[in-house]
């Protein structure tokens, strides 16, 4: 099967071919070649081994096939973007993924794992379970800051994609959140947020 290219970011080009996503760091052409070289080499050892370690807390995300300098290879999770399809769902099985996206958060930041981008775009439900996806602008960290933005991040995308009972489904993200620092990042959270008021 043809490689075909299903998605395209400042940062990458990934095909998808034979249920393997190939991703595939982009050369910056405004960067000075050397420079270029070690930034992406970097960032793809860097998701890389995220990935890896993700996996071994056991959290649902796609597995890592191989890695080269500036490639990744990892498994196709072929489900339901919950960006596009969440809303369609009955209340019931929207407050059971959410429940399930707090509980696979909540093993992330306890191995000091930070997503970056956690949006409904980036988790996929298949099969009874949500998949994290996408570690591209992941990093370690074991900073209460750092995993109060992820929580940030995702109570924007359902006030942004599913704002019909936005509340209702953060509530239910906050039940499966449960992990001894959850209260500490709770608590940042409200710092972030008022923060991110004062700048509109």
């Known amino acids: 099967m043809k490689p075909k290219l299903i998605q395209q970011g400042a940062e990458a080009k990934i095909f998808l071919s034979n249920n393997i996503i190939n991703k595939d760091r982009v050369p910056k052409g405004y960067r000075h070649p050397a420079l270029d070289t070690q930034i992406r080499t ?16 056991g959290a649902n995300i796609p597995k890592v096939i191989s890695t080269n300098k500036f490639n990744i290879e990892i498994e196709y999770i072929d489900g339901d973007r919950l960006s ?3 809303n369609d769902y009955n209340e019931k099985l929207q ?18 794992l930070i997503h970056g981008d956690l949006t409904t775009s980036n988790i996929i ?23 109060a933005v992820d929580l940030h991040l ?3 995308a359902l006030e942004a994609k599913h704002f019909q009972n936005h509340e209702e489904l953060f509530e239910q993200f906050i039940k499966g959140y449960v992990w001894p620092d959850a209260k500490k990042i709770l608590e ?13």
Do not use: P
Request: charged fraction near 40%; charge should be positive.
């Open 84 to 86: 596009e399809t969440l």
């Open 42 to 57: 970097r960032r793809t050892r860097s998701e890389s081994k995220i990935l890896i370690k993700a996996l071994e807390a």
């Open 154 to 156: 995702i109570k924007q």
């Open 188 to 200: 940042r959270l409200e710092v972030v947020e008022k923060r991110g008021r004062y700048k509109h």
């Open 95 to 112: 407050f059971k993924i959410l429940k399930q996206i707090g509980k696979q958060t909540a093993l992330l930041h306890k191995n000091n």
């Open 125 to 147: 439900w298949k099969e009874d379970k949500v998949y994290i996806i996408d570690f591209g602008l992941g990093f370690i960290s074991t900073k209460i800051e750092d995993k």
